[in-house]
T-cell receptor, first 112, second 118 residues
Framework: DTGVSQNPRHKITKRGQNVTFRCDPISEHNRLYWYRQTLGQGPEFLTYFQNEAQLEKSRLLSDRFSAERPKGSFSTLEIQRTEQGDSAMYLC??????????FGQGTRLTVV | AQKITQTQPGMFVQEKEAVTLDCTYDTSDPSYGLFWYKQPSSGEMIFLIYQGSYDQQNATEGRYSLNFQKARKSANLVISASQLGDSAMYFCAMRETTPGGSNYKLTFGKGTLLTVNP
């Protein structure tokens, strides 16, 4: 499968625990995005990488959130001390410089 | 400020008929792009169609067409000959340029849930 891959697909965690999600973009895509989608809403932009550099972060990305993209390939999104309000679908997308964005299937997080 | 408005929370259509999903947008950027994505229950956002702000003709992709009315700032999606597999959430999105214009991010509407009845 040469599309955008996200793992895990589902994650249930207790409030206060840390979680980490992974995104493997399409191999030739140097731009990578994270979005969050809550129930009944469209996806909202969280952060953007060009190669390994994180070039933009949304104000939605609180201090408990951190994203990395070492070596400009896969990316991880970590949420520390999870809260119930963090429950959402976390979507990753990648694109080439002149191309359109392709999304993964997302990681659905439930904080109990 | 909300930049993408989808006024139809839900729409129903009979199989084999056409359906129009509404989208209006707001931007002061002269260069922008409009997208439609389909999101089935599996969660993946599937790209359907794209319209650039300078494109002279309405975009078409198979059974999908985009009715672009620039002066009215609307970009409605038309699905012809609906199929049962078209049942899904549909999102309209706009490409914005970040400061410096080196990249873009997408701003999405709240979506329309389309149900195709047999």
């Amino acid at each position: 499968d040469t599309g955008v891959s996200q793992n895990p697909r589902h994650k249930i965690t207790k409030r206060g625990q840390n979680v980490t999600f992974r995104c493997d973009p399409i191999s030739e895509h140097n731009r990578l995005y994270w979005y969050r989608q809550t129930l009944g809403q469209g996806p909202e932009f969280l952060t953007y990488f060009q190669n390994e550099a994180q070039l933009e972060k949304s104000r939605l990305l609180s201090d408990r959130f951190s994203a990395e993209r070492p070596k400009g390939s896969f990316s991880t999104l970590e949420i520390q001390r999870t809260e119930q309000g963090d429950s959402a679908m976390y979507l990753c997308a990648s694109r080439s410089p002149l191309g359109e964005a392709f999304f993964g299937q997302g990681t659905r997080l439930t904080v109990v | 400020a909300q930049k993408i408005t989808q006024t139809q929370p839900g729409m129903f259509v009979q199989e084999k008929e056409a359906v129009t999903l509404d989208c209006t947008y707001d931007t002061s950027d002269p260069s922008y792009g409009l997208f439609w994505y389909k999101q089935p229950s599996s969660g993946e956002m599937i790209f359907l169609i794209y319209q650039g702000s300078y494109d002279q003709q309405n975009a078409t992709e198979g059974r999908y067409s985009l009715n672009f009315q620039k002066a009215r700032k609307s970009a409605n999606l038309v699905i012809s000959a609906s199929q049962l597999g078209d049942s899904a959430m549909y999102f309209c999105a706009m490409r914005e340029t970040t400061p410096g214009g080196s990249n873009y991010k997408l701003t999405f509407g709240k979506g329309t849930l389309l149900t195709v009845n047999p």
